[in-house]
């Protein structure tokens, strides 16, 4: 009897670990989950700190704006404004479409705020960008580009679907 006893308690002692383990991994997988959640924030106020600060806007509206000078026709591009605003837009472009290359931003808030930035501004510096590269024996700025691949295409799906609304709460509706 006393050793059908220590069974049953044993299998009741197994129970309650196994029911606490699980809890605990529940528990565990949720904490993560809400910290992967406070994580994509930071990375996301970060980019759009990067992206909405006066300098680059004042170089996007620029580059956006402006005749740009011919790709070659700087001569000293370290002191020359033109040269420097034109960098300071893709180099923004490029980080940007390298956080959504390697998932470490989700890509549809980047992309419904800025997609027109991103065309207007690939397709005014895109000589520039070539001419850098072949200067650069290289691939340069490609993440840009690609972003700018991405833009067209969300635009092309943004195009045939209504725009975006925010969702109305019941006291809006009234």
Request: proline share 5%.
């Amino acid at each position: 009897m006393a050793h059908e006893t220590w069974n049953v308690v044993i299998a009741a002692s197994t129970l309650v670990g196994t029911v606490v383990v699980s809890v605990t991994a529940i528990l565990a997988y949720l904490q993560l989950k809400e910290m992967t959640a406070a994580r994509w924030v930071e990375a996301i106020s970060k980019v759009f700190d990067m992206l909405i600060n006066d300098e680059i806007s004042k170089a996007r509206r620029y580059v956006r704006t402006k005749d740009l000078p011919p790709p070659g026709t700087i001569e000293d591009e370290i002191t020359n404004e033109d040269y420097q605003r034109m960098y300071k837009v893709w180099t923004s472009f490029d980080n940007l479409g390298i956080m959504i290359a390697f998932n470490m931003l989700p890509e549809h808030l980047p992309l419904e705020m800025f997609h027109t930035q991103v065309i207007e501004c690939w397709e005014k510096l895109e000589p520039q960008i070539h001419f850098e590269r072949q200067r650069r024996k290289g691939w340069y700025a490609h993440f840009f580009e690609d972003l700018y691949i991405l833009c067209i295409e969300y635009r092309t799906k943004r195009q045939n679907n209504p725009p975006l609304k925010l969702r109305k709460t019941k006291e809006h509706e009234s």
